[in-house]
């Protein structure tokens, strides 16, 4: 049985980046919470919550090691995800 012993530090620098990168993306959901956009309120609550998801599974899950069946997986899922609800978004539009 062979070991799979793959190095994926990443350094402090950048960790310390993707930490900035999720306070300012936390302070501007603080701020879009302030904003009456309308019917866009929602969409750019989930943008903003859907990129710091990113950043959390590529750089402290490791994602971006993984291999392509598994990011591949992971796309599918997110898609999958979008069209319910778009589909959701779509049926309590025209109730």
Not at 4 to 23: A, C, E, G, P, R
Not at 29 to 50: E, K, R, Y
């Amino acid at each position: 049985m062979s070991q799979n012993n793959h190095d994926h530090s990443i350094s402090y620098q950048t960790l310390l980046k993707v930490l900035t990168t999720l306070l300012a993306l936390t302070a501007v959901t603080v701020f879009a919470s302030q904003i009456d956009l309308g019917a866009l309120n929602i969409w750019v609550a989930l943008l903003i919550a859907s990129t710091k998801a990113s950043l959390v599974l590529m750089f402290f899950m490791h994602l971006r090691y993984e291999s392509r069946l598994l990011k591949l997986t992971f796309a599918i899922t997110v898609f999958t995800l979008a069209i319910v609800i778009g589909l959701i978004f779509f049926d309590v539009a025209f109730r």
